[in-house]
Structure formats: C-alpha cells, structure tokens
C-alpha cells in the first residue's frame, strides 16, 4: 500500500522573523527532486531516505538540519541519544507514512496569507519512546554540571513528559507549532526498536559518563558512619559491658564490706565480754581502756597500748611511732635545696623590696617594648591552618593556578509572616514582592562605593570576558531583570517555564541558571515540585577575587558599601514589604569576628573588679586580730544587731551604722589585693610584649580569654602567700604564744600557758618581718613551683597544635602563666614585706601616711591562741574526719567511680566541628544568614578535583582524564567522578562533573558546524563567529581518521595545544554551547610558552551540607577519591573546596588530642613524682588529673560541646589546672610525716596515711578552697554574661565543668586515695611550727583521732 502524507513544505511564520511552519497536506508522498535534495537528506537523516519518496522538502530538511546543530552541541557525547534524536524528528518530518501515526488537529493562518498547521498528534509507541527517552536521560552536560535532558527534555523524569516538553510550542528548542502525544491506542503509531546507550555498534555505544549501563562498577563504599559497630538497642555495647561491669563491682564490694563490718563487730562484741569477765574475775573493778587498743601492739615485742595512749596528746603524727622513729625522719634532698633556694631569695626580695621592684620594672619594661611589633591576625586560614598543612597548600597551588575563588555576596529573601502550619514559612514569591527586589536589585547596581566610586560592574565575575555581564543568579536573571513585560497574571507561568526549563531563560551571562540556585525550600510532591511555595529567594552577586592586593582592595570597599547599603535594607524592608532579609558580603565573616571582641571589654573589666573585690575582702579578713575580726565578721555583727530582738545579742534599738574598729582600715588588704591583680595584668602585658617580639601573632581568642585565664590562674599563689604569712605571724609575730618550744621532755596541757613567760624567751621566738615573709616563701614556694611547672608545661604542649591560632593562645597563656609566678615569688613577695611593715606600724591601708595609735588595751585573762579560719575548722572538725571514715571512703570510690563510668559513655557522644555561628556576637547580622543557609540553600558548596602532572597532550594522559570516548579509562577522572555522583550517601557529590576535555574534544566533531571552523582558502587560520558559512569549514571535515569516539585521531602534541588555545577563546552562547571561553576559561593552567597544562580541574558541587559532620565526611569523602584516582591512574590528583582548610584538622584531631594528652600527663607525672619525692604519691596525682580530664571530657558529650582545636586546647588547659588543684594537697600529705615512713602493707600504714591528710587538708585545704575554687569560680563565672556564644560554650562551660570536677577531685577523691595508697612521708615541720598546731588544734578541739576507725566510733559509749 503506498504511503500517504499529513503535511509538507513550509507555509510561513507566524511573523516576519518566526520559524516556518509547515503546510496541510493529504496527499503521496514525493521522490527528492534534484541530487542535492538526495545528498541532503542523506547526510540529515541517513542513507535509508536517498531512494525513496518523502514527506519532506529541501527547505523543511535544511530547517531540520539548523535544528539538529543546536541540539547536538547538547547530546553529541552520546551517539546512541544523538541517532535517536535525528532519526525520531527525521521520520516525523519525511517519512513516507506519515499520515498513519500523524494527524492534524488544527490550523491557522501565516503572514503570508497561507494555511500552516496549528497543532497535531503525534502516536508514538512505548518501545520507541521509552527507549529514546532512556538513552538521552543520563547524558551530561558539562558546562552546566547538569544534564543534556534539562535543556532538550526539560529535565523530564519519563519519556511522556520528554516527548510532551519537545512537543510545546516554544521559542528555541521548542516546537513552532504543538505537538501532542496522545496516550491512548492507535492503530499504527510509529514504534520500532531505538538505539541503546550500551550497544556495541559504533554509531550506538556511549560511554560511561553518559550510560551507566557499561560502567565499571566501583568497589564498594560505605556510607560514613555505617560501618560495623556493636550496639544493644540504643546503647554501644562499651557502655553495657561498664554499666554492668561497674554494677557487679559495687554490688559486691558493699556486700563483702557490710560482712566483714558484721563479723568486725561481732568480734568484737566476744572480745569485751572475753575482757569484762577477766576483769571482774581478777577482782578489780570496771576500768576503761584506749578503743582498739588490742590493735596496737603491731611489728614490735614488748609494746603494750600503754605505750602508745600516753602518747596521745603529743601532737599530729608523733602519736604514731615510738622514740626510735622518731629520732629518724625521713627527708628528701632535693626538697631541702628547693626550699632552701626560695628562703634566700625570699630574704633578698623582702629585705631590699625597692631593690626588687625597680629590677623587676626594668625587666618588664624591656620585655614590654615588644609590643612595638604587635599585630593581630584576623584572616581565618592564617588563623586555624597551619602554615605546613597539605590543604592550606592545596588552597595556595589553587589559587596560582586557577585564581582564588570567587567572592560571594549572597541575600535570602523570605516573608516576614509566621507559618500557617508548622515550622515552614509563608511562600516568598507574589507579584508585589517581585516588584519590590527588582527595585533593591537596581540600586544594587546603581551602587557606588566610597571614595572610589566603584560599581558592581567594576568588581563582579564576568566569564565572557571584561565586555561580558556580570554573574548575578537571580529570579530577576529569568525576566531579564525587567517586569515590564510581564504582569500580575504571566508572572507565575514565568517562573514555573524557567524553573522546569532554565535553557529557555538564559541569564545576560548565557549559562542555564537552575532553580537550585534562586529559590529555596521548594515543597516537593511525588509528580513534581511547587516552585511557587517556594520559602525564599536565593541571590547571589559572584565578585572576582585576586591575589593583587589592589583588585582585591577594590572589591572589598564595594563590598562594605554594599554591607551599609544591605544593613539598611534589612531594617526597614520587615515594615515596607513584609520581607526579612539575611545576607552576607565577602568582608562580613571577617569583620564581625574581629567585632566581636570589642563587645565584651566591659566583661574583663568587670571580672577584674569582682576579683579585686574578692581578694581585698578576703585577704584582709584574715590578718584582724580575734577580738576585733575583719571585714566579713564586721558586717555579720551589724546584721545581727539589725535584726535580732534578743537583749544579749542587740541594743534596745537597732543599730544603722555599724561600729567600725579603727584596726580594721589597718589590717586592711586592699592595695595588697589590688597590687595581686595588678600583676596579673603585668604578667599578660609582659608575656605579650615578648611573644610580640619573637614575631607570635595576637589573635582575637586570646585577648578575650588569656586575661580570665591569667586571673584565675595567677590569684591563686596570692591566697597561697597570704595565708602561709598569716600562720607564721601567729608563730612569731608580735602577737604570737611563746610556749616551751625545745622542751619536748614536758608534756603540754592546759596549765602550761599559766606559767610565766621571761622576755628573753619572747624575745628569741620574735622574728623580723623580713624572716617571717622568707619562711612564709620558703613554706610554699614548693608548692607554687609544683603547680607553676605543671600548668606552663602543660600550657606549652597545647602549642604541639599545629593551627596558629591554637598555637599562639598556647604560648600566651604559658607565658602568662611562668611570668605571672615567677613576679608572685618577687615582686609580690617584696610588696608584702612592705605591707607587713605597714600594718605592724599601724598604718592606715591605702593611706600609710596615716598613723593609728594603738590602744591602751588590760592583759587577757587567758592568753591568745593563734586564730584559727572558718575553713580550718571546718576543714579539720568535720570535713577531714569525714571523708576518712572507712565506710565514706568506700562511698566516695565508687561514686568517682560511678562519674568516671559516666563520663566515658558520655565521650562517645562527642561531636566533631565548630559551628562558625559560635564565632560570632549573638547580635550579629550573620547568625540569620547561616540559619538561611541551612534552612532553604538547596545545593552544596562547589568542589574541584584538581589535576597536576598529567601530560594532557598525549594520548595516555587524555585517556587518564576523560570520560565521554571508548577508550578512556576505566577509572579515569571523569568516569571515577560520575561512579561516586551515583552514590551519593558515601561520595557527597551531587552533580554531574564539568569535564573540560570531553567538552574540547565534543567542540571539534565537525557534525557540529557552528563550532571549531577554520577558512577554508586557510586551515591555519580560526573562524570566527560572524564570518559566513561559505568561508569557513568545520575543523575536522574531511580529516583522516574521521572524529570518532575512540579518540583515534584526535589531536595530540603541538596540534592539541593549538586547537585548545582557540577553544579557550571561543565565545560559549546558543550558536556553540561548547565554546570555552565561559565555561573553562579558569579551568586550566597553561604554561608562559602556550607548551603545555600544568595544571587543570573538574568541576562539581557537594550534596547539601547542613551539619558540622556533613562537613567533615564531604571533605573526607572527597580526599578519598582523590586518593582513589591517583592510585589508579598513578598521577597527582587533589581535592579543594573552599571550607576544606578549616575541615582538616578533624581528620587526625582524635589522635592529637591522645597524643598531646598522652604527654601532659607524662609530664604531669615526672614533674610530680620529681618534686614530690615519690613516685606512688606522683601517679596517683597523676591518675586524679586524669580522672578531672575525662570528667571534663564528659561534660562536653553531655553540654554540647564539640571536640575541636579550641576544646583541645582547654583540654590541655584542664590537665594543667587540675594539677593545681592536687599539687598542694599531694606536697602537704608528702611533708607531714614526722619518722621515717610506713610501707603501703604495714598494719598501722593506713593510720598514719590517715593522720597526714588530716593535717594536709586542714594545713593547705583552706587554701586550696577559698584561694583556688573560689577565685576561679568567681573569675570564669562573669564569662556567663558573655554575648559570644564561643566564649560561653567552649570557655565558660568547660572551664565550669573544670573548676567543679577539680575542686571535687582534689579535695574529695585524691585525699581518700592518699590514705589508702600514698606514699611515705618526709619531714619538713619544724618544732616552733608543731607546737603552733598543737595548740590550735587544742584551742578549737579539733583533734583527729588517727585511731579511730568508723566501727570504733560507733561502738565508743
């Protein structure tokens, strides 16, 4: 049966200047009327149409043919799509059965006057559509990193939809006329088999960037986080096998202990039966003897309890040993040296204090001249890279090569409105609120900086060259920032057209602009995407940045203009337009870091004050005689008097103004508190002066945080000093109990202070000011050089942290620190001589001109004890007793116990990261920026796989680089990269990558004719864009071997780089979408000589990063396959995104945290067991810091607090200031013993443990309390009222938990641990200092009972 037709030839456009359209026609087909018609169609649609008769003319062919070029440039890569294509439209066009799978539906009338078809259905079996769908749906486009369906198909998810999108009338790649594809049957629709991607035939097979189906599969890839772990239900198995572990631990341990205890007592129940019948039995009478006694008779025949019960009352530690022992205490050399070195320079510094101050003015001053060199670094790479670190190197090879990346100015626009349901917004886009950023847009680019009057059009990125447009991705870019054209009814169809089609809404700069970048938050439905509720509009102005200075300057004040001009918009636009506005600017992130130190300056100047106050109060509380008291008990006596009704506490009527002792304004400690602080900020300056000096950058972090640090830390040694000068005043000042010092043949007891006391005796047991500050020094300065030690150590191993910034917070705060004590040991020392001339003079404090006589006051009837602190006694009468109760200290281990098995379940939840919002005052413009990011940005950051030393112009280096030919590489760049797009849950990559050489290479298929042409009287010589088709020639026409997708023949050496040269020029527009210019034009590196690429990338985009993990595992995702290329293809490849720099550290942060923990407690431990003189009493300081560490560790898991460089630092902080809180007990418990020690099994080792760290806490626990916890309690706690969450999160909350834990751990724990395992004691207390404690300890009885253990006490009657 002869074939018929539906239409043929053309009858006219709609206009002038529209496509033709084609005419009716119900008639036969027709034979082609001349050889060129034959060789046309020919060469259009193939061989099979040369000999049959069509439904086609020459003009309708040539109209085919145009067409054909602008599509291939598109879907070229893909021979089997390509075919297709042509073949689909070819039969539609001239086949000769036209008519029985097409029908005119209507038509209309040309400018000519002529009939043309309106509208048609076009039957199209399932086979052929499905099939040209399928291998067209994954062909790339790389210039756009998106897909060639986007732009032919209108990024269609079926082939209905495709054919649909080909078929709607529209401008461009669109029909002339609508072409509808009806779904129901027909009798014959055109329907045969189609090309596969996967087929073997040349004219078929694609490859793998463009068919998935012959891909080689990669080796599987785990998603991050999905690997093998043991967990029971929702817990690690970690946290089960402790939980469970600690349970059965405590369960049996308090059940042997409650049976033991059971079976002590009924022991001894028998036992005083056993000696109440042998006493009645020998006939005397009922007689009491010393509780547990019978213990006492240990290591030694012939010693009864007598012995020892008369030896009660001798003082601490002696009741413990007999006179042999005690004729042989146990000392340790290096303690006598150290000692001895702080006494003599504690006699220089108080006997020559001006001496003192004016060397140690000298020497601050001079180190104090390095703040001529002073900087502050405020560039984030310069800040938290380390100069040595592979991606910051990464960054700068970039940045050579390919030029920085571009600066970003980036707007959400979205309603003001609360949401109607849940958490989403009112949808953004309405034709007022269109109206309303065109107008902001056009004063954006009206907007002139100052003073130079830069414009956008001055500083933005214009791909096509200086003359091109300006990058702006904008809806606006979809109406040609105009709305003129379009009103309150075509808006909307606008809008959706671009969105599904954004080839059709070319932007001025001429690349797709995707919905991705313009609008947020889009509801998605299972049929499609509402692009009208969307929640935000998306605007970004791309700046070009530059390593020149100038450029770069040039950008930045646009930039702060814009800044001002944006700041303004964002006030008002809320009350003008009902819209909220976040932004950002390429200078905003580093403007308002350095802004926000200058919001908190009142809060150091405020935690300075309440320390001062603290300190003055304190201090001066402590040195008013007992009768008058200080300040503290002043006040409690006015309350009293205030309120209390009671005749024998109060007047008959309240007392207003209190009654002030004039002792008071002497005893007084306010210039000394204030001169303790006072170096504490001389510390801060010195050490910054000098780190200046050496070239050590300042940072913002450690101007806000190093003075905290210095005060809390550096204030400690004050109380330390204070206290230790206020105990030896009351053994030899003037006030001072003169007892029978040396008489150790007489027991003492209360009648002792009846006796009359010669004033030779007094006089021998006065000691100078000068003597009394040297002992005071000598006493404590161990001590302060323990802590000092420990804490710069510490300190100094955060500096192993390889980020600057990290680095140089370290050295600061170490050098606070070392500076800070060694001023305390000199200068302070010096000053406190002066203060304690001042106040034994009667000198009024801050006025010591002023001189107060001293009263006329009667002898006591009882002579003055020394005085003895509220912390003492509670320290030595209930505290110490207390936690050394046996069944306490069974408690108070398994409680640490217990917090330890916490806090190691609470580690594993640690997060990685640093949210850059924490960077930032909470009032800053930015917070609602980088909320605007995470919530609507619907497209991840770009990525770049960069390529280094591959020999491109050869034929093996192309093959190692692209992806679209035969014979490329299995694992080259280009196929690897598309392999891991496919698994995105495991790679991060979303888009297709943009291939620069698969693009070149598409660029000369001469098929493609509006491309690479040169003239034809000339083949040296390159075509340009608008010299005429009958002058030039594609590139390749004619050239043996023919262009074809197994590389063969393509160009190589000298031609590769002559041909590349030119397509870098070439303009990329409609005419040739594969131009380089646009696209590629920053892509590669090309040698001074045009020789050869150094260096070349491949561009595509990350999957949404919402979360500081997100980051992490994109960027280490990434470095992994760029190891996986490199490996296989045996070049360089390399990664690089621009937060990549910051992301680093968190590969290895785990394992430098272990590391530099690991050696600050090795240092801990070698500094303490050096110093202390025992290993044993070392380690276990050393495990107690440990403990405080993990517990701080802990809290971080359970606070949100993420594990970073700054938390690592504060980590290291934490070991070095947990060490204070355990050095000072750990030297008192090691100095307390009086003989020569008891081994750790020695029946009566555990009472003498237990009778020196009763005298350890009472002698320093005061100290360790109100002049360390306290003070670094009242020091960090007005970080609380901080406005930058980084200081609040990673400094107040952290050095909270610090301060808590310490203090429990130091005060609690390492005491209980002492007297179960410490090690031997030295003696270091002299006679005079001993008999000082016993009287104290006699005066406010608070004996401690070393032998009394808990069953004893509740036994005792």
Same mark, same amino acid.
């Given at each position: 049966?002869?074939?018929?037709?539906?239409?043929?030839?053309?009858?006219?456009?709609?206009?002038?200047?529209?496509?033709?359209?084609?005419?009716?026609?119900?008639?036969?087909?027709?034979?082609?009327?001349?050889?060129?018609?034959?060789?046309?169609?020919?060469?259009?649609?193939?061989?099979?149409?040369?000999?049959?008769?069509?439904?086609?003319?020459?003009?309708?062919?040539?109209?085919?043919?145009?067409?054909?070029?602008?599509?291939?440039?598109?879907?070229?890569?893909?021979?089997?799509?390509?075919?297709?294509?042509?073949?689909?439209?070819?039969?539609?066009?001239?086949?000769?059965?036209?008519?029985?799978?097409?029908?005119?539906?209507?038509?209309?009338?040309?400018?000519?006057?002529?009939?043309?078809?309106? /509208?048609?259905?076009?039957?199209?079996?399932?086979?052929?559509?499905?099939?040209?769908?399928?291998?067209?749906?994954?062909?790339?486009?790389?210039?756009?990193?998106?897909?060639?369906?986007?732009?032919?198909?209108?990024?269609?998810?079926?082939?209905?939809?495709?054919?649909?999108?080909?078929?709607?009338?529209?401008?461009?790649?669109?029909?002339?006329?609508?072409?509808?594809?009806?779904?129901?049957?027909?009798?014959?629709?055109?329907?045969?088999?189609?090309?596969?991607?996967?087929?073997?035939?040349?004219?078929?097979?694609?490859?793998?960037?463009?068919?998935?189906?012959?891909?080689?599969?990669?080796?599987?890839?785990?998603?991050?986080?999905?690997?093998?772990?043991?967990?029971?239900?929702?817990?690690?198995?970690?946290?089960?096998?402790?939980?469970?572990?600690?349970?059965?631990?405590?369960?049996?341990?308090?059940?042997?202990?409650?049976?033991?205890?059971?079976?002590?007592?009924?022991?001894?129940?028998?036992?005083?039966?056993?000696?109440?019948?042998?006493?009645?039995?020998?006939?005397?009478?009922?007689?009491?003897?010393?509780?547990?006694?019978?213990?006492?008779?240990?290591?030694?025949?012939?010693?009864?309890?007598?012995?020892?019960?008369?030896?009660?009352?001798?003082?601490?530690?002696?009741?413990?040993?007999?006179?042999?022992?005690?004729?042989?205490?146990?000392?340790?050399?290096?303690?006598?040296?150290?000692?001895?070195?702080?006494?003599?320079?504690?006699?220089?510094?108080?006997?020559?204090?001006?001496?003192?101050?004016?060397?140690?003015?000298?020497?601050?001053?001079?180190?104090?001249?390095?703040?001529?060199?002073?900087?502050?670094?405020?560039?984030?790479?310069?800040?938290?890279?380390?100069?040595?670190?592979?991606?910051?190197?990464?960054?700068?090879?970039?940045?050579?090569?390919?030029?920085?990346?571009?600066?970003?100015?980036?707007?959400?626009?979205?309603?003001?409105?609360?949401?109607?349901?849940?958490?989403?917004?009112?949808?953004?886009?309405?034709?007022?609120?269109?109206?309303?950023?065109?107008? +902001?847009?056009?004063?954006?680019?009206?907007?002139?900086?100052?003073?130079?009057?830069?414009?956008?059009? $001055?500083?933005?990125?214009?791909?096509?060259?200086?003359?091109?447009?300006?990058?702006?991705?904008?809806?606006?870019?979809?109406?040609?920032?105009?709305?003129?054209?379009?009103?309150?009814?075509?808006?909307?169809?606008?809008? %959706?057209?671009?969105? *599904?089609?954004?080839?059709?809404?070319?932007?001025?700069?001429?690349?797709?602009?995707?919905?991705?970048?313009?609008?947020?938050?889009?509801?998605?439905?299972?049929?499609?995407?509402?692009?009208?509720?969307?929640?935000?509009?998306?605007?970004?102005?791309? %700046?070009?940045? /530059?390593?020149?200075?100038?450029?770069?300057?040039?950008?930045?004040?646009?930039?702060?203009?814009?800044?001002?001009?944006?700041?303004?918009?964002?006030?008002?636009?809320?009350?003008?337009?009902?819209?909220?506005?976040?932004?950002?600017?390429?200078?905003?992130?580093?403007?308002?870091?350095?802004?926000?130190? *200058?919001?908190?300056?009142?809060?150091?100047?405020?935690?300075?004050?309440?320390?001062?106050?603290?300190?003055?109060?304190?201090?001066?509380?402590?040195?008013? /005689?007992?009768?008058?008291?200080?300040?503290?008990?002043?006040?409690?006596?006015?309350?009293?008097?205030?309120?209390?009704?009671?005749?024998?506490?109060?007047?008959?009527?309240?007392?207003?103004?209190?009654?002030?002792?004039?002792?008071?304004?002497?005893?007084?400690?306010?210039?000394?508190?204030?001169?303790?602080?006072?170096?504490?900020?001389?510390?801060?300056?010195?050490?910054?002066?000098?780190?200046?000096?050496?070239?050590?950058?300042?940072?913002?972090?450690?101007?806000?945080?190093?003075?905290?640090?210095?005060?809390?830390?550096?204030?400690?040694?004050?109380? &330390?000093?204070?206290?230790?000068?206020?105990?030896?005043?009351?053994?030899?000042?003037?006030?001072?109990?003169?007892?029978?010092?040396?008489?150790?043949?007489?027991?003492?007891?209360?009648?002792?202070?009846?006796?009359?006391?010669?004033?030779?005796?007094?006089?021998?047991?006065?000691?100078?000011?000068?003597?009394?500050?040297?002992?005071?020094?000598?006493?404590?300065?161990?001590?302060?050089?323990?802590?000092?030690?420990?804490?710069?150590?510490?300190?100094?191993?955060?500096?192993?942290?390889?980020?600057?910034?990290?680095?140089?917070?370290?050295?600061?705060?170490?050098?606070?620190?070392?500076?800070?004590?060694?001023?305390? %040991?000199?200068?302070?020392?010096?000053?406190?001589?002066?203060?304690?001339?001042?106040?034994?003079?009667?000198?009024?404090?801050?006025?010591?001109?002023?001189?107060?006589?001293?009263?006329?006051?009667?002898?006591?009837?009882?002579?003055?004890?020394?005085?003895?602190?509220?912390?003492?006694?509670?320290?030595?009468?209930?505290?110490?007793?207390?936690?050394?109760?046996?069944?306490?200290?069974?408690?108070?281990?398994?409680?640490?116990?217990?917090?330890?098995?916490? /806090?190691?379940?609470?580690?594993?939840?640690?997060?990685?990261?640093?949210?850059?919002?924490?960077?930032?005052?909470?009032?800053?413009?930015? &917070?609602?920026?980088?909320?605007?990011?995470? =919530?609507?940005?619907?497209?991840?950051?770009?990525?770049?796989?960069?390529?280094?030393?591959?020999?491109?112009?050869?034929?093996?280096?192309?093959?190692?680089?692209?992806?679209?030919?035969?014979?490329? $590489?299995?694992?080259?760049?280009?196929?690897?990269?598309?392999?891991?797009?496919?698994?995105?849950?495991?790679?991060?990559?979303?888009?297709?990558?943009?291939?620069?050489?698969?693009?070149?290479?598409?660029?000369?298929?001469?098929?493609?004719?509006?491309?690479? =042409?040169?003239?034809?009287?000339?083949?040296?010589?390159?075509?340009?864009?608008?010299?005429?088709? =009958?002058?030039?020639?594609?590139?390749?026409?004619?050239?043996?071997?023919?262009?074809?997708?197994?590389?063969?023949?393509?160009?190589?050496?000298?031609?590769?780089?002559?041909?590349?040269?030119?397509?870098?020029?070439?303009?990329?527009?409609?005419?040739?979408?594969?131009?380089?210019?646009?696209?590629?034009?920053?892509?590669?590196?090309?040698?001074?000589?045009?020789?050869?690429?150094?260096?070349?990338?491949?561009?595509?985009?990350?999957?949404?990063?919402?979360?500081?993990?997100?980051?992490?595992?994109?960027?280490?995702?990434?470095?992994?396959?760029?190891?996986?290329?490199?490996?296989?293809?045996?070049?360089?490849?390399?990664?690089?995104?621009?937060?990549?720099?910051?992301?680093?550290?968190?590969?290895?942060?785990?394992?430098?945290?272990?590391?530099?923990?690991?050696?600050?407690?090795?240092?801990?431990?070698?500094?303490?067991?050096?110093?202390?003189?025992?290993?044993?009493?070392?380690? +276990?300081?050393?495990?107690?810091?440990?403990?405080?560490?993990?517990?701080?560790?802990?809290?971080?898991?359970?606070?949100?607090?993420?594990? *970073?460089?700054?938390?690592?630092?504060?980590?290291?902080?934490?070991?070095?200031?947990?060490?204070?809180?355990?050095?000072?007990?750990?030297?008192?418990?090691? *100095?307390?013993?009086?003989?020569?020690?008891?081994?750790?099994?020695?029946?009566?080792?555990?009472?003498?443990?237990? $009778?020196? %760290?009763?005298?350890?806490?009472?002698?320093?626990?005061?100290?360790?309390?109100?002049?360390?916890?306290?003070?670094?309690?009242?020091?960090?706690?007005?970080?609380?009222?901080?406005?930058?969450?980084?200081?609040? +999160?990673?400094?107040?909350?952290?050095?909270?938990?610090?301060?808590?834990?310490?203090?429990?751990?130091?005060?609690?724990?390492?005491?209980?641990?002492?007297?179960?395992?410490?090690?031997?004691?030295?003696?270091?207390?002299?006679?005079?200092?001993?008999?000082?404690?016993?009287?104290?300890?006699?005066?406010?009885?608070?004996?401690?009972?070393?032998?009394?253990?808990?069953?004893?006490?509740?036994?005792?009657?």
């Amino acid at each position: 049966m002869a074939g018929k037709c539906a239409m043929r030839g053309a009858c006219g456009g709609k206009s002038s200047w529209s496509p033709q359209l084609p005419c009716p026609y119900d008639g036969p087909p027709v034979e082609p009327e001349s050889d060129e018609f034959r060789s046309l169609i020919t060469s259009v649609c193939g061989p099979q149409y040369a000999n049959i008769p069509v439904c086609c003319t020459v003009e309708q062919v040539e109209t085919l043919q145009s067409n054909f070029q602008q599509a291939e440039s598109i879907i070229s890569s893909c021979p089997a799509c390509r075919n297709n294509f042509r073949e689909f439209y070819c039969s539609f066009t001239c086949s000769a059965d036209q008519h029985s799978f097409i029908d005119v539906t209507a038509t209309q009338k040309t400018s000519t006057g002529q009939t043309a078809v309106k /509208s048609l259905d076009f039957h199209v079996g399932e086979t052929l559509g499905k099939g040209f769908y399928d291998s067209c749906k994954d062909v790339k486009f790389s210039a756009t990193n998106g897909y060639a369906m986007d732009l032919i198909g209108g990024g269609a998810k079926n082939y209905t939809s495709f054919l649909q999108y080909m078929g709607d009338e529209r401008p461009g790649l669109g029909s002339p006329f609508q072409i509808n594809y009806p779904t129901s049957s027909h009798n014959k629709p055109l329907d045969y088999a189609p090309r596969g991607c996967a087929d073997n035939e040349l004219s078929s097979r694609c490859a793998c960037v463009d068919c998935p189906t012959v891909c080689t599969v990669l080796p599987y890839q785990p998603p991050p986080g999905s690997g093998p772990s043991c967990h029971v239900g929702g817990m690690t198995c970690l946290s089960l096998v402790l939980i469970v572990f600690y349970a059965v631990a405590t369960f049996s341990f308090f059940s042997g202990y409650s049976f033991l205890s059971w079976r002590r007592r009924k022991n001894r129940k028998y036992e005083r039966m056993a000696l109440s019948a042998e006493s009645s039995s020998s006939g005397t009478g009922p007689s009491r003897g010393l509780v547990g006694a019978s213990s006492l008779a240990f290591a030694r025949d012939g010693e009864d309890s007598s012995g020892v019960s008369s030896m009660r009352n001798l003082g601490r530690t002696q009741s413990l040993f007999d006179p042999i022992d005690v004729l042989q205490p146990r000392h340790y050399r290096l303690n006598t040296v150290i000692r001895r070195f702080f006494y003599r320079l504690g006699i220089f510094c108080a006997s020559y204090p001006l001496v003192t101050l004016a060397l140690a003015s000298t020497f601050i001053s001079l180190l104090n001249l390095g703040w001529t060199r002073f900087s502050v670094e405020t560039d984030p790479v310069r800040l938290w890279v380390a100069p040595t670190s592979e991606t910051k190197l990464q960054k700068e090879y970039f940045d050579r090569h390919f030029g920085p990346f571009y600066r970003t100015e980036q707007m959400f626009i979205s309603s003001a409105a609360p949401a109607d349901s849940g958490s989403r917004t009112e949808p953004v886009l309405s034709w007022e609120h269109l109206k309303w950023w065109m107008k +902001i847009e056009e004063e954006i680019r009206a907007l002139r900086s100052s003073p130079h009057g830069y414009g956008l059009e $001055d500083v933005c990125f214009k791909p096509a060259g200086p003359g091109g447009a300006c990058v702006v991705q904008s809806i606006s870019a979809w109406f040609g920032y105009d709305l003129d054209d379009y009103d309150l009814d075509t808006w909307q169809d606008q809008v %959706v057209s671009c969105a *599904n089609t954004p080839s059709d809404c070319l932007p001025d700069y001429g690349q797709p602009l995707g919905p991705q970048y313009v609008l947020g938050s889009v509801p998605d439905t299972s049929s499609r995407r509402r692009w009208l509720d969307a929640e935000a509009m998306v605007v970004t102005y791309v %700046v070009s940045d /530059s390593l020149n200075a100038t450029e770069r300057a040039r950008a930045e004040e646009w930039e702060r203009s814009l800044r001002v001009y944006l700041t303004d918009v964002q006030m008002w636009a809320p009350e003008e337009s009902g819209l909220h506005v976040a932004w950002s600017t390429g200078v905003s992130l580093e403007e308002e870091i350095s802004q926000s130190t *200058n919001t908190d300056y009142k809060i150091v100047v405020l935690s300075y004050l309440v320390m001062f106050f603290y300190i003055s109060v304190t201090l001066g509380n402590g040195s008013t /005689s007992p009768q008058e008291g200080g300040l503290m008990k002043l006040a409690w006596k006015w309350t009293q008097g205030l309120f209390s009704t009671n005749p024998a506490t109060a007047d008959a009527s309240p007392r207003w103004i209190p009654a002030i002792s004039r002792r008071i304004f002497v005893d007084s400690k306010f210039v000394l508190g204030l001169f303790g602080v006072f170096l504490v900020v001389v510390s801060v300056s010195t050490s910054v002066g000098l780190f200046s000096f050496l070239g050590v950058k300042n940072t913002l972090i450690i101007a806000e945080v190093i003075p905290f640090l210095a005060l809390a830390v550096g204030v400690d040694n004050v109380f &330390i000093l204070v206290h230790e000068l206020h105990r030896q005043n009351s053994l030899h000042g003037p006030n001072a109990i003169v007892s029978s010092i040396g008489r150790t043949s007489q027991t003492m007891s209360p009648t002792r202070a009846d006796e009359s006391i010669d004033e030779e005796e007094r006089a021998r047991s006065l000691l100078s000011p000068e003597e009394r500050v040297a002992r005071t020094l000598a006493k404590m300065g161990p001590s302060i050089l323990l802590s000092s030690v420990t804490e710069t150590v510490a300190f100094g191993l955060g500096a192993l942290v390889p980020m600057p910034a990290v680095r140089n917070f370290a050295l600061y705060a170490a050098g606070s620190v070392l500076l800070g004590a060694i001023f305390q %040991v000199t200068v302070f020392i010096s000053v406190l001589t002066l203060d304690l001339r001042r106040e034994e003079a009667s000198r009024v404090d801050c006025f010591p001109c002023i001189k107060i006589p001293s009263r006329i006051t009667l002898p006591p009837d009882t002579p003055a004890t020394p005085k003895v602190g509220a912390l003492t006694v509670f320290m030595r009468r209930y505290f110490a007793p207390f936690i050394l109760r046996d069944s306490v200290k069974a408690v108070i281990i398994a409680a640490f116990t217990g917090l330890f098995v916490s /806090s190691i379940i609470s580690i594993q939840h640690i997060e990685l990261g640093l949210d850059q919002r924490l960077a930032l005052p909470s009032s800053s413009y930015l &917070i609602p920026y980088f909320d605007a990011v995470d =919530r609507y940005l619907d497209i991840g950051p770009p990525v770049y796989f960069v390529s280094t030393d591959h020999q491109v112009s050869s034929r093996a280096g192309q093959q190692h680089l692209c992806g679209r030919f035969t014979t490329c $590489d299995d694992f080259s760049v280009a196929n690897t990269l598309e392999g891991e797009r496919k698994r995105k849950e495991s790679s991060f990559i979303a888009e297709p990558a943009a291939g620069w050489l698969d693009d070149f290479f598409q660029w000369l298929d001469p098929r493609i004719e509006t491309c690479c =042409r040169v003239r034809k009287a000339n083949p040296s010589v390159f075509c340009t864009a608008r010299e005429s088709d =009958r002058l030039c020639r594609p590139c390749f026409e004619g050239r043996e071997p023919e262009w074809n997708i197994t590389l063969a023949g393509m160009p190589e050496g000298e031609e590769f780089m002559w041909y590349l040269g030119q397509w870098l020029k070439s303009p990329t527009d409609e005419n040739c979408p594969l131009g380089g210019k646009a696209s590629y034009g920053s892509a590669l590196a090309i040698s001074d000589d045009k020789s050869e690429v150094q260096a070349s990338h491949f561009r595509t985009f990350h999957t949404p990063l919402k979360t500081q993990s997100d980051f992490i595992n994109a960027f280490a995702a990434a470095n992994r396959i760029a190891e996986d290329i490199s490996r296989r293809t045996g070049t360089t490849v390399f990664p690089y995104s621009l937060f990549y720099v910051f992301f680093e550290q968190y590969g290895h942060i785990i394992s430098i945290t272990q590391e530099i923990l690991g050696l600050g407690l090795a240092s801990v431990l070698l500094v303490t067991s050096l110093l202390l003189g025992s290993w044993r009493t070392g380690t +276990i300081v050393t495990i107690v810091v440990a403990l405080t560490v993990v517990n701080v560790m802990g809290v971080m898991g359970v606070w949100g607090i993420s594990l *970073n460089a700054i938390s690592l630092v504060n980590l290291v902080i934490s070991l070095g200031i947990a060490v204070e809180f355990c050095s000072h007990i750990a030297r008192a418990f090691m *100095n307390a013993g009086s003989g020569p020690g008891l081994p750790a099994d020695h029946p009566e080792g555990k009472k003498e443990r237990n $009778d020196r %760290v009763w005298a350890a806490l009472g002698d320093i626990g005061p100290s360790v309390l109100s002049g360390i916890t306290f003070t670094k309690l009242i020091g960090i706690s007005v970080l609380a009222l901080t406005r930058s969450k980084l200081l609040e +999160i990673y400094y107040f909350r952290m050095w909270l938990s610090l301060i808590v834990a310490g203090a429990l751990h130091g005060l609690v724990l390492l005491p209980v641990v002492l007297s179960l395992t410490g090690g031997p004691g030295f003696t270091e207390v002299d006679d005079d200092e001993q008999e000082w404690m016993s009287s104290a300890i006699r005066r406010h009885d608070q004996e401690y009972a070393p032998f009394r253990t808990d069953s004893d006490l509740g036994d005792s009657d």
